[in-house]
């Protein structure tokens, strides 16, 4: 079955460690996304991807990093940078001219 | 600045009635509009509209585009308990890239 995948589901941290979140699909889309979601905000852009070995900032890039290096990966590392790292994190997919985006299940990261 | 403006942010209502979420845009070079349902995890997907003044439709669910006015409708009517979630709308652009722009969503309750 094709789809998105997102691993952990849970992640607890301690604050000052970096931390990184696994998104993989097998759905052959072109671009990838980085998404915050916080209690009763939307979706937040933190990076995204068109084609592999490129990718721009979002809104809220400071205190990431990601890498591109195959079609099927898109990692996030949450640094110790970030103040507020505390989140559900998703992950979503696209085809590079088309509207629809699949999303993964999520990571919810706690850093205590 | 892109923006995206849902309302009402929340929404109690009993089964059998009829809804309407609504969702107005300022962005520039706007591609597409698209509707998404969050139950618990990852939004899945709904509807996107390039069009202004065709509804699209899937069961109860109903979506129109207004490009003049820059709003987007979601109407269900016949509501059940089921469909109690968190109804988001993203917006499209482009600018040399594709990115899109999410409201903050609109959160529905229908009780029994």
């Known amino acids: 079955d094709g789809g998105i995948t997102q691993s952990p589901k849970y992640l607890f941290r301690k604050e000052g460690q970096n931390v990184t979140l696994s998104c993989e699909q097998n759905l052959n889309h072109d671009a990838m996304y980085w998404y915050r979601q916080d209690p009763g905000q939307g979706l937040r852009l933190i990076y995204y991807?068109?084609?592999?070995?490129?990718?721009q900032k979002g809104d809220i890039a400071e205190g990431y990093s990601v890498s591109r290096e195959k079609k099927e990966s898109f990692p996030l590392t949450v640094t110790s940078a970030q103040k507020n790292p505390t989140a559900f994190y998703l992950c979503?997919?696209?085809?590079?001219?088309?509207?629809?985006?699949?999303f993964g299940p999520g990571t919810r990261l706690t850093v205590t | 600045e892109d923006k995206v403006v849902q309302s009402p942010l929340s929404l109690v209502v009993h089964e059998g009635d009829t809804v309407t979420l609504n969702c107005s845009y300022e962005v520039t070079n706007f591609r597409s509009l698209l509707w998404y349902k969050q139950e618990k995890k990852a939004p899945t997907f709904l509807f996107m509209l390039?069009?202004?003044?065709i509804e699209k439709k899937s069961g109860r669910l109903s979506s129109i585009l207004d490009k003049k006015e820059l709003f987007s409708i979601l109407n269900i009517t016949a509501t059940q308990t089921g469909d109690s979630a968190v109804y988001l709308c993203a917006v499209e652009a482009t600018s040399g890239t594709y990115k899109y722009i999410f409201g903050t969503g609109t959160r529905l309750k229908v009780l029994a």
């Open positions: 390039t069009s202004s003044g």
């Open positions: 991807s068109q084609i592999v070995n490129d990718f």
């Open positions: 979503a997919s696209s085809k590079r001219t088309s509207g629809e985006q699949y």
